[in-house]
């Protein structure tokens, strides 16, 4: 079921503009009304981030010089605010402090978005705001954010719901003032991508970061050959691949591939032990593969930053896990996960939302990776920020950004 013959035609909604629950049609009306009221709630508790007990274990990010400059990050952010206008300018702008941060979401309708929307823009906005994505992460993981959007429009082209799918669909926000020395951030936020990238002086957080596509490749129309997440998927399936019977046995936490991710949208609290094979039960060309999977999607970050993210990683080896879930064959859907003290992995394939096929196939794809104890959004180190200088004053520079 992962051709085109299976793409579901029917319009359902809108991607930007509210669309009334009740106006969907099952299973969506079911599966919207159910994260919504999901969603509604878990933003009402207090952010504390992924933990494995419930408790965060501190200082696991300090604040530091990192001796790389992210000077192109905030020069890419201001120019994008001046080639708004000033009400355009007004809707991109959201307060550090601001839930808006909570409020990402994967889903093809409208719900939470916020921001300007990138299909409202000229040209030359357009690219200023994808100039801010570009500057802050490597080749490979701006070719996926393009490759995404472009199978997005993928779907709008076989299916013609073009209210719901567009390459354009994409809202872009900046949190704070873009600054060589004070906290601020942006967001991209839409369908199948959603980018959260905090920066403190040098240091640079780049989750929660959630990449998906359905399909994973296109066959036909404007971006034929477009292709997304082999190299995730085969990073995954080499290691488990790579296993003894016995180490599969340990690594295998459950024998059906779940639903959806388990760290999706809002759920930024979640208790979730650890699970799987321990880095200590690994062999040495396991633990490659092990860190080659990790660097797959470490490696969507800017280079420096990259190796920066991959020190922290190997500074916690001794209690990373890696977990899997369904079968290990060459046709099968799968699910897999790399938990760590300091990063979390997840990849899964799951069942159609535009293909009617009811059972996780591998034609469609989510992934993210969150920054467990508390660091996602790089809140722990606006934590740490806000300790070490007097932001009560108003003439501090919080204030005098934020006024």
């Given at each position: 079921m992962h051709d085109e013959a299976h793409i579901i035609r029917v319009q359902s909604g809108s991607a930007r503009e509210w669309t009334p629950l009740d106006a969907f049609?099952?299973?969506?009306?079911?599966?919207?009304?159910?994260s919504l009221e999901r969603?509604?709630?878990?933003?009402?508790?207090?952010?504390?981030?992924?933990?494995?007990?419930?408790?965060?274990?501190?200082?696991?990010f300090p604040v530091e010089k990192t001796g790389l400059s992210l000077q192109p990050v905030v020069d890419a952010a201001r120019r994008f605010r001046d080639a708004l206008s000033a009400d355009e300018r007004k809707t991109a702008s959201f307060d550090l402090d601001s839930?808006?941060?909570?409020?990402?979401?994967?889903?093809?309708?409208?719900?939470?978005r916020h921001g300007v929307c990138l299909f409202d823009l000229n040209d030359a906005q357009r690219n200023a705001a994808l100039e801010v994505v570009r500057a802050t992460l490597s080749a490979a993981g701006f070719e996926?954010?393009?490759?995404?959007?472009?199978?997005?429009?993928?779907?709008?082209?076989?299916?013609?719901?073009?209210?719901?799918?567009?390459?354009?669909?994409?809202?872009?926000?900046?949190?704070?003032?873009?600054?060589?020395?004070?906290p601020w951030g942006w967001q991209f936020d839409g369908h199948h991508q959603i980018i959260n990238a905090f920066v403190l002086g040098d240091q640079l957080v780049l989750t929660p970061h959630f990449s998906g596509s359905e399909p994973v490749v296109a066959k036909s129309g404007k971006y034929a050959g477009t292709r997304v997440f082999d190299e995730e998927r085969d990073a995954g399936f080499a290691l488990m691949k790579a296993l003894t019977p016995e180490q599969q046995d340990v690594a295998r936490i459950g024998p059906a591939v779940p639903r959806e991710v388990f760290t999706i949208a809002q759920i930024d609290n979640l208790v979730l032990p650890y699970a799987g094979i321990r880095w200590d039960a690994l062999t040495a060309s396991q633990r490659d593969l092990l860190l080659a999977v990790i660097g797959v999607y470490v490696g969507r970050m800017r280079p420096g930053h990259d190796a920066i993210r991959m020190d922290e990683v190997r500074a916690h080896l001794d209690d990373t896990y890696f977990a899997w879930m369904g079968a290990c064959d060459d046709v099968s859907p799968f699910y897999y996960r790399v938990h760590s003290p300091v990063i979390f992995i997840e990849f899964d394939h799951l069942p159609g939302i535009a293909f009617d096929n009811p059972e996780p196939t591998r034609a469609h794809v989510h992934t993210i990776v969150r920054t467990p104890n508390g660091n996602d959004y790089g809140r722990d180190l606006l934590r740490q920020?806000?300790?070490?200088?007097d932001h009560a004053h108003p003439e501090s520079p919080h204030r005098r950004s934020h006024g």
């Open positions: 049609p099952e299973p969506l009306h079911t599966i919207f009304t159910t969603s509604e709630r878990l933003l009402a508790e207090p952010f504390k981030g992924l933990t494995t007990d419930g408790n965060v274990t501190p200082g696991l839930d808006a941060w909570r409020k990402w979401h994967n889903m093809h309708v409208c719900f939470y996926n954010v393009r490759n995404v959007m472009k199978l997005n429009e993928h779907v709008a082209e076989i299916s013609g719901r073009t209210e719901e799918f567009n390459e354009w669909y994409y809202y872009m926000s900046i949190f704070g003032e873009p600054s060589e020395t004070e920020h806000y300790l070490e200088h």
